[in-house]
């Protein structure tokens, strides 16, 4: 293990300068594990990042997790896991302590420039993706399409893996373009299926005991259950998941028909709630980690410890889920591979992470001002332009690139 010390150094830096969503985390993977580290080839990365787009879960966490799969096995895979969520988890369930003491407008004014530098590192991407993936007819036509559509549902959860399957399903119309491919085939772990159906069935009944009982203390089981079925459904990242927990902690709650059935339901103010919603745009790493710090002000009105003990249920629940699916379909998906009609459809599939990174690019530009003679635009535009160029034709590495944002709206 002392040898994938440095690997997980990287990793530890990733996680502490990861901006932008899944999509910026996939830049800023090309740029140090790719380009930098050569951990993985582009081509491994653009498919490790399709296949968690067909899974529920945190996409970006699950595609590291992978290439720590792919270094170490399942130890290496757990540890990469650890170090990439922790520190966001940290800080944001610290934050759940601290909302009265923290000055958002400090915090705004230092981070102001990392939504362009996040369109930069996603510009980048989309820019190295294209090179690599679109080659023919076919795949233009394919990256157009998928952009275009995404544009106009990006909102959607769904929308993403029905655009994988179709573009997959499309460039197996043609059997000229890629030939059969002799594949080693890996050992499925069923464990990990088995763990994941384990938790998620008694984790349901004991929440719905202990709701029916009315248990006291029982809001850490409701909150688990809780937590770990979002983490076990949600299809689109952060953007679907926080509109799910406010449904659950805070519209639920104030239900006539729950206060009067039951009012000990788990349940986040209103206020608090929009200010961590606000406050992960602005933290590194996976957005999923809010879910510590709902957890944490879920568990507020108890003692500290009972306040831990909810960042920890909302750290863990959050992202178990998606790391035992993607141990146990991921050697599932690189045996059918052995499949002509499984691995044409590669070719496909990686014109449409194509389109998910321009439409990205694009969705991300319309809330940063760079249109007009003011100097907010001219600086948000030079920031896009400069953190692309650095990415495509230096070796400065991703982190330098964070903290010289950070600099820059520190000073300006």
Same mark, same amino acid.
Request: with cysteine; glycine share 8%; net charge positive.
């Given at each position: 293990?002392?040898?994938?010390?440095?690997?997980?150094?990287?990793?530890?830096?990733?996680?502490?300068?990861?901006?932008?969503? *899944?999509?910026?985390?996939?830049?800023?993977?090309?740029?140090?594990?790719?380009?930098?580290?050569?951990?993985?080839?582009?081509?491994?990365?653009?498919?490790?990042?399709?296949?968690?787009?067909?899974? *529920?879960?945190?996409?970006?966490?699950?595609?590291?997790?992978?290439?720590?799969?792919?270094?170490?096995?399942?130890?290496?895979?757990?540890?990469?896991?650890?170090?990439?969520?922790?520190?966001?988890?940290?800080?944001?369930?610290?934050?759940?302590?601290?909302? /009265?003491?923290?000055?958002?407008?400090?915090?705004?004014?230092?981070?102001?420039?990392?939504? *362009?530098?996040?369109?930069?590192?996603?510009?980048?991407?989309?820019?190295?993706?294209?090179?690599?993936?679109?080659?023919?007819?076919?795949?233009?036509?394919?990256?157009?399409?998928?952009?275009?559509?995404?544009?106009?549902?990006?909102?959607?959860?769904?929308?993403?893996?029905?655009?994988?399957?179709?573009?997959?399903?499309?460039?197996?119309?043609?059997?000229?373009?890629?030939? /059969?491919?002799?594949?080693?085939?890996?050992?499925?772990?069923?464990?990990?299926?088995?763990?994941?159906?384990?938790?998620?069935?008694?984790?349901?009944?004991?929440? /719905?005991?202990?709701?029916?009982?009315?248990?006291?203390?029982?809001?850490?089981?409701?909150?688990?259950?809780?937590?770990?079925?979002?983490?076990?459904?949600?299809?689109?990242?952060?953007?679907?998941?926080?509109?799910?927990?406010? /449904?659950?902690?805070?519209?639920? *709650?104030?239900?006539?028909?729950?206060?009067?059935?039951?009012?000990?339901?788990?349940?986040?103010?209103?206020?608090?709630?929009?200010?961590?919603?606000?406050?992960?745009?602005?933290?590194?790493?996976?957005?999923?980690?809010?879910?510590?710090?709902?957890?944490?002000?879920?568990?507020?009105?108890?003692?500290?410890?009972?306040?831990?003990?909810?960042?920890?249920?909302?750290?863990?629940?959050?992202?178990?889920?998606?790391?035992?699916?993607?141990?146990?379909?991921?050697?599932?998906?690189?045996?059918?591979?052995?499949?002509?009609?499984?691995?044409?459809?590669?070719?496909?599939?990686?014109?449409?992470?194509?389109?998910?990174?321009?439409?990205?690019?694009?969705?991300?530009?319309?809330?940063?001002?760079?249109?007009?003679?003011?100097?907010?635009?001219?600086?948000?535009?030079?920031?896009?332009?400069?953190?692309?160029?650095?990415?495509?034709?230096?070796?400065?590495?991703?982190?330098?690139?964070?903290?010289?944002?950070?600099?820059?709206?520190?000073?300006?």
């Amino acid at each position: 293990m002392f040898r994938h010390i440095p690997f997980l150094k990287a990793v530890f830096l990733h996680s502490i300068t990861a901006f932008g969503g *899944p999509q910026g985390h996939y830049a800023m993977m090309l740029k140090t594990f790719v380009n930098g580290r050569k951990d993985v080839t582009e081509n491994e990365l653009m498919d490790y990042n399709a296949f968690c787009q067909l899974l *529920p879960g945190a996409s970006s966490t699950q595609t590291l997790t992978l290439i720590g799969y792919k270094r170490g096995g399942i130890p290496l895979a757990v540890l990469t896991l650890i170090i990439w969520m922790l520190p966001a988890c940290c800080l944001m369930g610290a934050f759940s302590f601290f909302l /009265e003491y923290i000055d958002q407008r400090t915090i705004k004014t230092i981070f102001k420039f990392i939504a *362009p530098m996040s369109v930069g590192f996603l510009a980048f991407a989309a820019v190295k993706a294209f090179r690599h993936s679109v080659h023919n007819t076919i795949t233009w036509v394919i990256a157009g399409f998928s952009t275009v559509i995404l544009l106009l549902l990006f909102t959607k959860p769904w929308i993403i893996p029905v655009l994988i399957l179709v573009g997959g399903f499309v460039t197996n119309l043609s059997d000229k373009r890629i030939p /059969e491919k002799e594949v080693v085939t890996q050992k499925i772990k069923w464990w990990n299926i088995w763990l994941f159906a384990i938790i998620f069935i008694l984790a349901g009944l004991l929440s /719905e005991t202990a709701r029916k009982h009315d248990w006291p203390n029982r809001r850490p089981i409701n909150l688990f259950e809780n937590t770990y079925r979002f983490g076990s459904f949600v299809f689109g990242g952060g953007n679907v998941l926080i509109p799910m927990m406010y /449904e659950q902690f805070v519209m639920r *709650p104030e239900s006539k028909v729950v206060m009067q059935k039951n009012p000990n339901v788990v349940r986040i103010d209103r206020e608090d709630f929009y200010l961590g919603a606000g406050m992960i745009r602005a933290m590194p790493g996976p957005v999923f980690s809010v879910s510590s710090y709902m957890g944490g002000t879920a568990m507020k009105d108890g003692n500290v410890s009972w306040q831990v003990l909810g960042c920890a249920i909302g750290s863990v629940a959050i992202f178990l889920p998606s790391a035992l699916l993607v141990l146990f379909f991921f050697p599932i998906w690189h045996n059918l591979k052995r499949y002509v009609v499984v691995y044409r459809a590669t070719e496909g599939i990686n014109a449409v992470v194509v389109g998910i990174l321009l439409a990205a690019t694009f969705y991300m530009l319309k809330d940063i001002t760079i249109i007009g003679l003011k100097m907010v635009s001219f600086v948000n535009l030079s920031v896009i332009v400069g953190t692309t160029v650095l990415l495509l034709y230096s070796k400065l590495p991703s982190p330098v690139i964070v903290m010289l944002c950070l600099l820059l709206g520190w000073l300006i």
